[in-house]
DNA sequence: TTGTATGCGTTATCAC
DNA sequence: GTGATAACGCATACAA
């Protein structure tokens, strides 16, 4: 590899005068500025970014920390995409680390972006608690950005949406669609997700004086098969449902296929409905309606926030980045069979 | 950020015993380790890895250049999940650049990738022409691999899918079951994957007899919209035909809903068959079955080549890595609506 | 077993 | 305008 040396000896300047070239910064006559552009053009000289990093004591790269068996799925790929993109647009890289099966690994998996010495940090945690990520978010100068956790202290640091809410909504548009008889899939426990999913259910069915019957609550995983299961019990109870539920597009899909093999009709005589994880769900899968969010806005105004910060923006300063920001959902119907 | 150099203060030794505590390689005193172990434990220390990577001259990263508009969707997201776990497995980390939307700018990715000074590259080109690849192979010093091409002379430094014959052996599947009327919607113009799934189309076709009808051919672009499209075409046209090739499940997908739309029943009309960008697509979209590669397996064996020639693989030494890797696609039928 | 010195390839601060 | 020279934080060959 060729380095700044070498082009400075061919050009017949110094080091200095070669940097200043590259960078723009300063002054540099234009005789040794032709020189050492030729100098670069001959010998085929690139910049080793790694030492650039190191003497600027910048690395211009926003780490991101996702479990890796998590965002394998068009959800976290819309996220993932919009997100490296937007980083690029600011003369930024995308690094990426797998928080992986446990709070300590997404721990470590932090440590390891912060070792890399990125600039600035997103975190869709899977483990870490609230309380933890506040102290985390507190605890270092780089900006931290946390996803789909609603913050104590730092509401400026977070963006979610109000998944209680979301799911109260969709609940209470199909009891406004004459429902009474609403089975519901929760996620996997320990899924602060799922538990706020659960509660908008609840809340929505007391609201309208409607009893919560336990029967008619299935746990799943998150999964097409786990959402199949459901069903499965949920008939095998033997409890009456004019619609269903489920706590994501996964499981409604599965879902869907159950009652279909056990030769219901819909969405006459169910209407499903799920939540988010899968985009074009609506649009492929028959008969399902799905909650979604803005995936992409909300990786959006994170990233735009990073930036901000990064760039020097006052983060106490009186600014439409300083506010909380919470996204809304709301229910999609595809294209493919109407709801 | 408190460096080794006051962690060495703090135990009382000097910078190199310090870093040999660390890397675990060479002579070090157990008192001496114990008070640097301690030091570090007080002080909070963490190894900058730029500098380490400046040093060692390994970046310990292997670098993804990847379209971005192109890996929304599930098939790059299932091969990016693969890629970023099977590096971490290996203590190397994947770093990611947009190929965006020229042939000039996916150099310029593989560029910043080589300048981060990556040790290995990843490439899943869309612009570049094999020959450039082949060149780009050898003309770099750091192990690069190529996804979805088949380079002339570099031949183990590419996997690749037939297409043309995985095509072919789908379009005879068909010819099998009895039909003889066989639409086919082709990718993109442009695209050397839509190229050979249109020729093995063809090739299959003559191989039974039956004559190519230009009619029942329409070019679509890779979405599920165009795919609609085509069938909207097909039928304006009034060409009969009882099944229907897509060239990737999107376009499928979309075919499915123009074909119901249409008052078509499904399969029993028309046998709809696609491609495997999105491999949940026969679970999820009723009447589709689809040929698809194992992403997966591909891109394991494309990062373990890259780790064994990292790790001091004799790239020409007779080994299991170093004659070409061709993947076999297969027809995949999904348990949600039979073929 | 430990410390010293030098190198990695830049940037940035000075004098000149 | 330009050129020494000192950081940047760590690794490592060599000397002690």
């Given at each position: 590899?060729?380095t ?8 017949g300047v110094?080091?200095?005068?070669v ?5 723009g910064?300063g ?6 500025r032709?020189r050492?552009?030729?100098?670069i053009?001959?010998?085929g000289y690139?910049?080793n ?16 920390v ?15 995409s ?6 690029e647009n600011?003369g930024?890289q995308?690094l990426?680390a797998?928080?992986?099966h446990?709070?300590?690994?997404e721990r ?5 972006l912060?070792?890399?010495r990125?600039?600035?940090?997103v ?13 985390i978010?507190?605890s270092?100068r ?7 956790r ?8 977070c963006?979610?949406?109000?998944h ?19 089975a519901?899939?929760t996620?996997a ?13 609840k809340?929505?069915l ?5 009893a ?17 299961q ?14 269903l ?6 499981m409604?899909?599965?879902a869907?296929k159950q ?11 169910v ?25 992409t ?13 990064l760039?020097?923006?006052?983060f ?16 999609t119907?595809?294209?493919?069979y109407p709801?």
């Amino acid at each position: 590899m060729t380095t700044m040396q070498e082009v400075a000896k061919r050009a017949g300047v110094s080091k200095a005068t070669v940097s200043r070239v590259l960078s723009g910064k300063g002054y540099v006559g234009s005789a040794a500025r032709e020189r050492v552009l030729q100098a670069i053009e001959e010998s085929g000289y690139r910049p080793n970014l790694l030492a650039r990093q190191l003497a600027t004591q910048q690395s211009q790269t926003i780490g991101m920390v996702i479990t890796n068996t998590l965002y394998n799925g068009s959800y976290f790929s819309e996220m993932l995409s919009h997100a490296a993109q937007m980083a690029e647009n600011c003369g930024r890289q995308l690094l990426l680390a797998d928080g992986k099966h446990s709070a300590a690994q997404e721990r470590e998996a932090i440590a390891f972006l912060l070792d890399l010495r990125c600039d600035a940090i997103v975190i869709y945690p899977r483990f870490l608690t609230p309380d933890e990520l506040d102290e985390i978010v507190m605890s270092h100068r780089q900006p931290i950005m946390v996803l789909n956790r609603r913050l104590r202290h730092n509401v400026s640091h977070c963006v979610y949406t109000d998944h209680h809410a979301a799911s109260a909504s969709a609940v209470s548009q199909l009891i406004a669609l004459g429902h009474r008889d609403i089975a519901f899939i929760t996620g996997a426990s320990g899924s602060p997700t799922a538990v706020e999913r659960l509660s908008g259910y609840k809340e929505a069915l007391g609201q309208h004086g409607i009893a919560v019957d336990p029967a008619r609550i299935v746990e799943g995983r998150w999964t097409p098969d786990s959402g199949a299961q459901a069903v499965a019990l949920l008939l095998a109870r033997k409890v009456a449902f004019s619609a269903l539920v489920a706590s994501n597009d996964n499981m409604a899909t599965g879902a869907i296929k159950q009652l279909h093999d056990a030769g219901i009709r819909l969405p006459r005589q169910v209407s499903v409905i799920g939540f988010d994880d899968i985009p074009t769900a609506p649009f492929t899968v028959p008969s399902l309606s799905s909650v979604k969010a803005p995936v992409t806005e909300m990786i959006k105004e994170t990233i735009n926030k990073l930036i901000f910060m990064l760039d020097g923006g006052d983060f106490s300063a009186r600014s439409a980045f300083c506010g909380q920001l919470i996204v809304r959902e709301s229910v999609t119907t595809g294209p493919f069979y109407p709801f």
